[in-house]
Structure formats: structure tokens, C-alpha cells
């Protein structure tokens, strides 16, 4: 047992009043840079000042302020009359310790997590408080107070998120919950937690989800239709064919709507496993031929069906990793200020996109998916006001001038990258060349460089190597972790 005397703290007298706003002053030496005034914290002081301003007086009768900056500036907005205070007298003198207690103040108080307060609320609600109350109280929003309970109530939730160092928003927190009861997936999300990937694993497994339930209900179409339906290409027989690779005996190609009164016809998945195709189950016994390229009249070699199944997941993949990465830009293109390094990686890439005359960089600008990029993320709803694009720079801020022709650039990049054919990524004869690859790779190395978490796919592209998912996602949350590891030895130095 430890016999060491511990040091009783010293006991201070303070006061409490009400003062006149007009009393207070900032202190000129404050140390927080950052006030971080959100539109959340502005309602919470509003509805009721829990916590009053800690101040020391001075000579010609006014306050100056020890902690509390931020309430202050509130109170400055809203012309408060008078302000509750703690007056320490015992400081008035001692500027030192003035500076002092900023920090100790500060150190005294640890925020809540996203995830304890949503435990709050939902402990709250149980108790009988409504939404309106919460957030006239708290001063969040009723939707996002009605998203807080409901993920405050989910245990399996709070058990994963809480297992993970992981600094979880709301959003985050609300995805998570929809897969309260399926405690695999709640790990596997864990995990991409760790790994920064958290938002792009939620859209892969969604996509997987929702790509699921289409051809489940199409399947039911077919059926209903009398049409026989082979739920695998696997369990296809041998001689079974894409009808896009029949033909007659004229050599006419035969098209699918034709061939829908075959006795042989027949749907099965299609060949990247996303839609449902047609087939003949036996070309020759309903007298059709198979087309073939070859000089000798042979059929064309079958596929690898490993090559095909990593074709498959990377597609898979890189749909998710392009939800994501568009989601990310609308965010970063959509923000009030920007970094002035940030500032100067936009400005300089688009000045160099433009003179180097790329077609990727310039030719997708006024195609039908960079159009519709650029005007989601001006915010421009009605495809035939796109002439207002003009307009809207003409009247934008000066400050935020740069912003525009990096947004052009990037819309004719994302539409080189689009997902609807997903070749970007791939480095066989069906992908992109390798000049492109590289350029794409450039443009998304420029966009980690302004703080968009690429995924492992994306990662490949940087690098300009193959991507093989599982292997190529362990290497980089291996380097991440190796890269985390470091910083935390670093920072205990």
C-alpha cells in the first residue's frame, strides 16, 4: 500500500454575479486560436447558460475574462444584458496565473465522445424527454437528436465502436447501427475503422446489398414470365451460350428479343455477376451457330475464372471507392474556407492540367457526367440551367476564385474515372492504357494530398500496380497500422 501523502489542494474563494455585458472583457493574451463557434454550440448557449464565465476583475471596474471566450462571443452576438460570472479576486493581481489557469481549466475538462453523448440522449429519452426538449437544451437539431437515441439503444453498436480508437461522428455511429444485428459485419466495419475506410466498406457492402435485391427481384420477374431462370453460370451445361455469340446459318447476328421464343432460352447471371443475361442452353439442337473471331472457325477459349472473379470484386470495389470519393469532393468543394496550402495544390494542379493540354483533363468538362458534377456541386438542380454557371462565378467571392477552374478540371477527371464501365482500374486488355492509368493515378494522389482517404483500390492506381483486393487491402492496412505505430512512438518522444 502506498503511504504517500497526498497534498490537499487549495481552498479559493470565488463569487457568483450577474454583470453587465458591457463589463467584460477578452483577455488580450487568450491562447485558444480556434473559438470553433458551431451553429450547435450557438443554440445550446442561447437556450441556457449552464456553465458561467470565470473571471478576475480590474481597476476601472470591469471583468476580464479567464475561460469562457467562446460563451462570450455568443453573448456579444445575442447583446445579452448581463452575464453570470464566477469572479476569482486572488487573480486580479497575478497575470501569471491568469495564463495558468487557462490551462488548467481547460485540462479540467474533457468533452464527451459522439458516442457518450448519444448514450445521454438515449438514457434521456428513456426518462420521458421528447426531441423538441433535447435540442432546445442541447442545442442539436431534432433530426440529429432522434438519430443520437436510436443509436444510443443499439448495445451491440456501442460495444463495437467502443472497442475501437476511432473518433466516430454521428453519421458514422448511424451506419453502423443499421447493421445492429449482424455482429460480422459490425466487426468487418470495425476494422475499416481502424483502417480509415470505414465510409467506403458501408457503400461496398450496401451496393452488394441493393445490387442483391435487384436481381432477386428481376429473378421473380423472370420466373413469373415462365422463363427458366439458372441462378449460376456454374451450374450452366457445357454447351450453354451468350446469345450475343449466336448466330444464324446466314451468319445474322440473332438478337436477344429473338431469341426469346428459342426452346433453349434461358437467363444466368451475366458475365461480371451484376445483371441477368441471356443464354441458349444447346445452340446446335435449335439450329443456331456460334460465332467465333478465330481464323480456324474454333470457339473462344473459356475465361479464367479466377482472373474473372478478381475482375468481378475489384469491380465491386471500385464502384464503392468512387461513391465515396465523390461524396468527399461535394463536401471538400462545398466548404466555407480552405487551407492556403490547400489553396495553392488546387490552383497550381488545374494551371498544370490546363497547359499540359491532357484530354482527361479538359475533355469530360462540358461531357453529359462532368456537367452534372459541376452543377451538384454548385448547386445547381435543373440540368437547364447550366448557363448560369457563368453567372455564378461572375458573382462569386474573389477569395474563391481558385475553386473554380479546379472544380472543371476535376469533373473532366471523375468522368474519365466514372464507374459505369469500372476500367480504370484494370490493368488487363480491358482496362485503360498505361499512360491514362498514370495520369489517373497523378489526379488521385492530388486528392490525398488535400485529404481525401483513398481506398485500397485507389491506392493501387497511385502506385501503378495490379490490384488483387484482398492482398492489396492487407498491404496497405498493414503499412497504415506500421504508419500509426511510428506516429504514436514519435509523439511519446
Not at 74 to 97: F, Q, S, Y
Not at 420 to 446: C, F, I, M, P
Not at 448 to 476: F, N, R, W
Amino acid at each position: 500500500m502506498s503511504t504517500e501523502t497526498v497534498e490537499q489542494p487549495t481552498a479559493i474563494t470565488f463569487r457568483s454575479e450577474d454583470v453587465p455585458l458591457s463589463q467584460l472583457i477578452s483577455h488580450p493574451g487568450n491562447v485558444r486560436e480556434d473559438l470553433k463557434i458551431t451553429d450547435r454550440f450557438r443554440r445550446s448557449i442561447r437556450r441556457r447558460l449552464r456553465t458561467p464565465l470565470l473571471v478576475t476583475p480590474m481597476p476601472d471596474g470591469n471583468y476580464k475574462v479567464i475561460d469562457g471566450h467562446r460563451r462570450l462571443l455568443v453573448m456579444i452576438e445575442d447583446k445579452w444584458e448581463t452575464v453570470p460570472v464566477v469572479v476569482d479576486d486572488d487573480r486580479a493581481e497575478d497575470e501569471a496565473g491568469q495564463f495558468l489557469d487557462m490551462v488548467t481549466t481547460a485540462e479540467q475538462r474533457e468533452g464527451l465522445t459522439t458516442r457518450e453523448k448519444a448514450a445521454a440522449l438515449f438514457s434521456a429519452a428513456e426518462l420521458g424527454a421528447d426531441a423538441k426538449r433535447m435540442a432546445a437544451e442541447t442545442g442539436w437539431t431534432q433530426k440529429d437528436v432522434k438519430t443520437a437515441v436510436k443509436v444510443g439503444g443499439a448495445t451491440k453498436t456501442a460495444e463495437v465502436a467502443k472497442s475501437v480508437d476511432y473518433e466516430w461522428t454521428l453519421d458514422e455511429l448511424s451506419d453502423l447501427a443499421e447493421f445492429e444485428g449482424e455482429p460480422e459485419v459490425l466487426a468487418e466495419l470495425a476494422t475499416a475503422a481502424k483502417e480509415s475506410t470505414f465510409k467506403y466498406a458501408v457503400r461496398r457492402i450496401r451496393n452488394e446489398r441493393e445490387e442483391a435485391a435487384k436481381l432477386a427481384k428481376e429473378r421473380e420477374e423472370l420466373m413469373a414470365a415462365g422463363i427458366t431462370v439458372i441462378d449460376s453460370r456454374e451450374n450452366l451445361p457445357e454447351k450453354a451460350t451468350p446469345v450475343d455469340k449466336l448466330r444464324t446459318h446466314d451468319g445474322k447476328r440473332i438478337k436477344d428479343e429473338e431469341h426469346t421464343q428459342c426452346k433453349g432460352h434461358a437467363m444466368a447471371p451475366g458475365q461480371y455477376d451484376n445483371d441477368w443475361s441471356p443464354y441458349c442452353l444447346n445452340p446446335a439442337l435449335n439450329d443456331h451457330t456460334v460465332y467465333s473471331s478465330s481464323a480456324s472457325g474454333s470457339t473462344t477459349a473459356k475465361p479464367d475464372k479466377a482472373a474473372m472473379k478478381r475482375t468481378i470484386q475489384g469491380n465491386k470495389h471500385y464502384k464503392a471507392a468512387t461513391q465515396v470519393r465523390r461524396e468527399w469532393l461535394k463536401q471538400w468543394m462545398t466548404r466555407k474556407t480552405f487551407p492556403k496550402d490547400a489553396q495553392v495544390i488546387m490552383a497550381r494542379f488545374a494551371a498544370e492540367s490546363a497547359l499540359r493540354g491532357d484530354d482527361l483533363a479538359t475533355g469530360g468538362i462540358t461531357s453529359e457526367d462532368g456537367s452534372r458534377l459541376l452543377r451538384d456541386w454548385l448547386g445547381i438542380a435543373d440540368a437547364s440551367r447550366a448557363s448560369a454557371m457563368p453567372d455564378i462565378v461572375a458573382q462569386a467571392d474573389a477569395r474563391r476564385l481558385f475553386l473554380f477552374p479546379f472544380m472543371a478540371i476535376v469533373a473532366s477527371y471523375e468522368k474519365a474515372t466514372g464507374h459505369k464501365d469500372n476500367r480504370a482500374w484494370r490493368t488487363d486488355s480491358q482496362g485503360w492504357s498505361e499512360h491514362t492509368r498514370k495520369r489517373l493515378g497523378a489526379y488521385l494522389a492530388v486528392l490525398a494530398s488535400l485529404g481525401h482517404q483513398v481506398t485500397p483500390i485507389e491506392q493501387a492506381m497511385i502506385d501503378g500496380v495490379s490490384y488483387d483486393g484482398t492482398e492489396h487491402a492487407a498491404k496497405v492496412a498493414t503499412e497504415t497500422a506500421q504508419e500509426s505505430g511510428q506516429d504514436q512512438l514519435t509523439n511519446e518522444q
